[in-house]
């Protein structure tokens, strides 16, 4: 017995935690089941016939997030049969069987490397009434080839390499994601012609390091070449990149930058300390000087560039005069966001073993200190932007106060948050569409535009958000099952088995 009525497709749920790779793989995941046969779950349908966890392993409490959700789980499966859980991405490339061991209500358990698997993974734990357990060491397949079904009509991510070279104390995903694997420009450029084509505004680049990009078929200047030319793709309004390694960041990449109209001025480009000495024990290859001279040459070339970051908070040994030299390149490089993040020991870190953990109070209280003073400097650079116009592109669930304050939200150019009232345009904007307003009110993470319009650009991305028409890659299968009855073969026209 399955959950799902006689002859009506299998439902499917995907739940999405941690960084903007797991968000575009939980994508491919929909894309696959889709096409495989599935259907997406209703939002307010508590028993879907497949759940699929697609997790993280960078956070202290990933674990005990999982496990509960999990545990929350098991009795709505055991009231409907037929149902399956799968657990994917990083946590499930480094946990493997001990998810099936510690929660057997699992039936798949896939890693980051192969998640083209799961359709037929889960076919193979429904027929063999046993859980399923794969996990590649190595990518067996680059993740753009898959299916995609993408979340937003107006702005889409593209992968362009996968894996990381570097070797951070700190970081977990290396030995998760494994080396960097780079996809050839080529396929990158048609991804994004294809999703510009289906009236996508907006591309992300995505990778663990955008900025090594050509490392594997020896090109370093590859990136910035790559970022000029998203430049000549005709419909194509904005491209944005994360996240940069400082250690890779060369001269070129600001050229492309400056030099490249639909280039958004806005650079993510993790800190995480102002140490040296910190930096040195983390294995981050670069120091707060060179960190600064690179703000200093993107702020040369692009005025008005917004710049944010990552910052970690109590890594073992930081002592108290190390973190204020992080407060002080804070102030210096004037960031307009920053992510900020207590250190968080990760078994199998090279960090979690090392000496000088720091007491929980202490992290925090050196916390408390640098989000003051991150939005201290975020508010007063926000501030200087009242009275001016920004161009926005409107956006769906950005404000979670929208609808009680009856504005809308998207994001300027540079990557900031901007909610603005509709005025006499209100019922006639539609997210993907265009607006350019005036500033009117600054905070420490956003910015208000409270005046009319100064004006709206109905786009291709609003007319698929208003049919309700999300945009899909497509991929290659290579003989994935689908479930349900076979699709119909049409009759041969031509050829031996016409006759």
């Known amino acids: 017995m399955t959950t799902a009525a006689a002859g009506s497709p299998r439902t499917y749920q995907v739940r999405t935690y941690g960084c903007q790779m797991n968000v575009h793989d939980s994508e491919r995941i929909s894309g696959l089941l889709e096409q495989a046969g599935y259907v997406r779950a209703a939002e307010a349908d508590e028993q879907p016939d497949v759940v699929v966890f697609n997790t993280c392993a960078v956070r202290e409490n990933a674990d005990n997030r999982l496990y509960g959700n999990l545990g929350h789980l098991r009795p709505v499966k055991d009231k409907h049969p037929g149902m399956q859980i799968a657990v994917g991405g990083c946590l499930a490339q480094k946990d493997r069987g001990e998810i099936v061991r510690k929660a057997p209500w699992v039936d798949v358990v896939f890693g980051t490397h192969n998640i083209g698997s799961l359709p ?14 794969e ?7 680059f993740p753009s080839t898959l299916p995609t079904r993408r979340e937003s009509t107006y702005a889409g991510w593209v992968s362009i390499s996968v894996g990381c070279n ?20 080529g396929d990158i450029l048609s991804e994004v012609r294809a999703l510009v084509d289906e009236g996508v505004l907006e591309v992300t680049l995505l990778g663990q390091n955008v900025n ?10 590859a990136f910035g070449k790559l970022l000029r030319a998203c430049g000549d793709i005709e419909g194509l309004e904005r491209v944005r990149f994360t996240s940069p390694h400082p250690k890779d960041f060369t001269d070129d990449v600001i050229a492309a930058m400056a030099e490249t109209p639909n280039v958004c001025h806005s650079l993510h480009m993790p800190l ?9 024990a983390m294995r981050r290859s670069y120091r707060s000087e060179k960190y600064l001279g690179i703000i200093e040459k993107v702020r040369a070339a692009m005025p008005d560039a917004a710049i944010t970051t990552d910052i970690i908070v109590g890594f073992p040994g930081e002592t108290d005069a190390d973190f204020e030299k992080t407060l002080d390149v804070v102030r210096e490089a004037r960031f307009s ?8 020991k990760r078994p199998g870190t090279p960090a979690a073993t090392m000496d000088g953990q720091l007491p929980k109070q202490v992290v925090q209280e050196r916390y408390e200190r640098l989000i003051a003073t991150v939005e201290e400097i975020t508010w ?3 501030r200087k932007l009242v009275g001016e116009t920004v ?3 409107v956006a769906v669930g950005e404000g979670r106060k929208d609808e009680r304050t009856g504005r809308l939200s998207g994001r300027a150019r540079d990557g900031r948050l901007v909610h603005f009232d509709a005025g006499s345009l209100a019922g006639r904007i539609r997210p993907g569409d265009i607006v350019h307003t005036t500033v009117t009110y600054a905070a420490p993470h956003h910015l208000n535009a409270d005046g009319e319009p100064l004006s709206h650009r109905r786009t291709r991305a609003g007319d698929a958000a208003e049919a309700g028409r999300a945009p899909r890659t497509p991929g290659v299968l290579l003989g994935l099952p689908t479930i349900g009855a076979p699709a119909a073969v049409p009759a041969p026209t031509s050829g031996c088995a016409a006759r």
């Open 120 to 133: 037929v993974l889960l076919e193979r734990a429904r027929h063999n009434t046993a859980a399923e357990v």
């Open 212 to 221: 090594s990009y050509g490392v594997e078929f020896g090109d370093r200047y």
């Open 272 to 280: 995480q300390s102002g140490s040296d000495d910190v930096l040195r």
């Open 391 to 393: 161009e926005v592109l």
């Open 337 to 344: 966001s920053a992510f900020t993040f207590q250190y968080s």
């Open 135 to 141: 996990i590649l060491e190595s990518l067996d397949v």
């Open 166 to 185: 570097n070797t951070c104390t700190f970081c977990i995903v290396p030995s998760l994601r494994g080396k960097e694997k780079d996809r050839r420009p």
């Open 380 to 382: 007063a650079e926000n």
